[in-house]
């Protein structure tokens, strides 16, 4: 398998991996149990701050803020009183169904086409092929 199929392989798995998960409103209780990966607050002056490794400290909401243009991001703590929304990275399986079929319809047609294209070849029996 050359560079560009193993890239190509790689690119569509992240694209198809970041189908099985959405943002959805959550109570603080889904903070303290469920313990997500990424957190997105919305505060009530309606800026927005997404946290990594968010966590319940009483009432307040601490984590380390995300930003993929920075390497480590800068440690938050914020009152219930200063959140409108707090917004969790979920797993669905609406999406994750969608996109499992996407991929076995995408995976038949590209066989079907392999298939097709091997047998217009001529297949030779002789010397003069």
């Known amino acids: 398998m050359s560079r560009a199929h193993v890239r190509a392989v790689a690119l569509v798995s992240v694209v198809l991996l970041a189908g099985c998960s959405a943002m959805r ?20 002056d309606g800026s927005r701050v997404a946290l990594v490794g968010a966590r319940m400290v009483g009432d307040t909401v601490t984590g380390f803020t995300y930003d993929p243009q920075r390497p480590i991001g800068e440690y ?43 047998e217009k070849e001529p297949v030779c029996t002789g010397v003069a092929c």
Do not use: C, N
């Open 25 to 44: 409103p959550v109570q603080k209780s889904y903070i303290t149990t469920d313990q997500p990966k990424l957190v997105m607050v919305t505060r009530t």
């Open 76 to 118: 938050q703590e914020m009152p219930l009183s200063d959140i409108k929304v707090l917004e969790a990275q979920q797993y669905t399986w609406l999406r994750t169904g969608a996109v499992i079929g996407a991929g076995l319809v995408a995976w038949g047609g590209l066989t079907a086409f392999i298939i097709w294209e091997v």
